[in-house]
């Protein structure tokens, strides 16, 4: 049975403030073995659409790892970890980047970073953020890639009153760093940290030119998962 609502803050919380660093985490060692991964890659029957997928854990489910670190995972000189307050004029940046000329139209990057800012604050329950930094210096850093996750309570059954679901969200990553697997990172980590934090399921809406990045990060193509879109 998946952690309740106050353990799975609890842990979230735990990662952001870097708690033994260094130490190895769930996500590094689930990476090193495909094998706990169940769900099999089927591939789309039409990948002009963008598509639902879906990733499952099989048997019993894992505990949290005895000691949770800020850098999530570490590729050389990219750490990606759970974003802050502190990221938040980063996020804004990627979030406006990562939107149509329309929308970039209608608000300054500086403002939409002070809404983003109060609807954060709303949704810090629900909603976490994982960023990429790449390093500058050996004392700077830069932000240059995101994904959301979004965790979800689901309707409570017996025995099991902590039920939730995910879903990734914005996964962006400047132009200038893409094809670097950054995004599959960034993918991996949320998914990861979904599952241990006990969501039975991690969802995301993908375009056409991602299905085969996501299949190979284990999603897979449901025929139950369905959606109606706005006329």
């Known amino acids: 049975m998946g952690l309740d609502d106050r353990s799975a803050r609890a842990s979230a919380d735990a990662v952001r403030a870097g708690f033994a660093a260094g130490t190895p985490s769930a996500l590094d060692r689930t990476a090193e073995d495909p094998g706990r991964r169940s769900a099999a890659r089927l591939k789309t029957a039409n990948r002009d659409q963008a598509a639902f997928f879906v990733v499952r854990l099989p048997g019993k489910r894992?505990?949290?790892?005895?000691?949770?670190?800020?850098?999530?995972?570490?590729?050389?000189?990219?750490?990606?970890?759970?974003?802050?307050?502190?990221?938040?004029?980063?996020?804004?940046?990627?979030?406006?980047?990562?939107?149509?000329?329309?929308?970039?139209?209608?608000?300054?990057?500086?403002?939409?970073?002070?809404?983003?800012?109060?609807?954060?604050?709303?949704?810090?329950?629900?909603?976490?953020?994982?960023v990429a930094r790449v390093a500058e210096s050996e004392f700077e850093s830069e932000v240059v890639g995101m994904a959301w996750l979004a965790l979800v309570p689901r309707v409570p059954r017996p025995g099991a009153t902590a039920r939730r679901s995910a879903?990734?969200?914005?996964?962006?990553?400047?132009?200038?760093?893409?094809?670097?697997?950054?995004?599959?990172?960034?993918?991996?980590?949320?998914?990861?940290?979904?599952?241990?934090?006990?969501?039975?399921?991690?969802?995301?809406?993908?375009?056409?030119?991602?299905?085969?990045?996501?299949?190979?990060?284990?999603?897979?193509?449901?025929?139950?998962?369905?959606?109606?879109?706005?006329?």
């Not at 399921?201 to 959606?227: D, I």
């Open 62 to 130: 894992r505990s949290a790892p005895r000691y949770l670190r800020t850098a999530l995972r570490q590729t050389g000189h990219m750490d990606i970890c759970i974003a802050g307050p502190e990221d938040r004029a980063h996020l804004a940046r990627l979030l406006w980047l990562n939107a149509a000329p329309d929308e970039q139209a209608k608000q300054s990057v500086e403002s939409f970073a002070v809404d983003l800012a109060a609807w954060w604050t709303d949704h810090d329950d629900s909603h976490l953020a994982f």
């Open 167 to 231: 879903d990734i969200q914005s996964v962006f990553v400047v132009s200038e760093q893409r094809g670097k697997r950054i995004g599959s990172e960034l993918v991996q980590a949320a998914s990861e940290h979904a599952l241990r934090l006990g969501a039975g399921r991690v969802t995301v809406h993908s375009g056409r030119k991602a299905v085969p990045v996501y299949e190979r990060l284990g999603f897979a193509a449901s025929r139950q998962l369905l959606q109606r879109p706005a006329e």
